[in-house]
């Protein structure tokens, strides 16, 4: 077969590049609105719950045990941590009151707190009381003692950040008894 009329190669050749052409503007267009949204993107990563004792520098004794989660800032702005608590078997979320101790207060930062990019914090709860709190709530269904239990951190704007303890509720019950 031979082509005599060039003009509808060129036409058919045309329009093709004129789709590529087209397609590449969208994609460009959807790569920019991405860029933008990724710029002001916010990002918080939590740790599970650790062990912190704090020891009397003159005599080397423990004072004090405290559970923490760990926030870490991994966005490109800045976030208000609003407040914290645990999340119970039917869904309901159980609150944590700060504690208005010296100690605690001298390694806990205040209450809505403004984290700033690439930094960290750390929110405490005293171990003897959290370990009560998981083990009448075994008792009375509050926490599955199989499960792991899940901590949530709330931003200004209401965002809600989850993490899971590294151990079952079980694990933390049975501490609360020692």
């Known amino acids: 077969m031979k082509i005599t009329d060039w003009n509808l190669f060129w036409t058919a050749f045309g329009a093709i590049r004129g789709t590529l052409g087209g397609?590449?503007?969208?994609?460009?267009?959807?790569?920019?609105?991405?860029?933008?949204?990724?710029e002001a993107r916010k990002?918080?990563?939590?740790?599970?719950?650790?062990n912190i004792k704090i020891a009397d520098t003159s005599n080397g004794h423990i004072e004090k045990e405290f559970v923490a989660?760990?926030?870490s800032n991994i966005g490109n702005r800045t976030v208000s941590i609003a407040n914290w608590g645990f999340k119970?078997?039917?869904?309901?979320?159980?609150?944590?009151?700060?504690?208005?101790?010296?100690?605690a207060m001298a390694i806990q930062p205040k209450l809505p707190y403004r984290l700033e990019t690439e930094d960290?914090?750390?929110?405490?709860?005293?171990?003897?009381?959290?370990?009560?709190?998981v083990k009448r709530?075994?008792?009375?269904?509050?926490f599955k003692p199989r499960h792991k239990i899940k901590i949530?951190?709330?931003?200004?704007?209401?965002?809600?950040?989850?993490?899971?303890t590294p151990f079952t509720a079980q694990y933390y019950s049975s501490a609360a008894g020692k």
């Open 43 to 50: 990002k918080l990563k939590l740790s599970k719950l650790e």
């Open 69 to 71: 989660v760990k926030i």
């Open 88 to 103: 119970a078997n039917h869904g309901e979320d159980i609150l944590v009151i700060p504690d208005t101790s010296p100690l």
């Open 120 to 133: 960290s914090m750390k929110l405490v709860y005293d171990k003897s009381h959290f370990d009560e709190l």
């Open 137 to 142: 709530g075994c008792q009375d269904g509050t």
């Open 23 to 38: 397609f590449a503007t969208c994609l460009a267009v959807i790569v920019a609105l991405w860029q933008t949204k990724y």
């Open 152 to 164: 949530w951190v709330v931003d200004s704007t209401g965002a809600c950040y989850y993490t899971k």
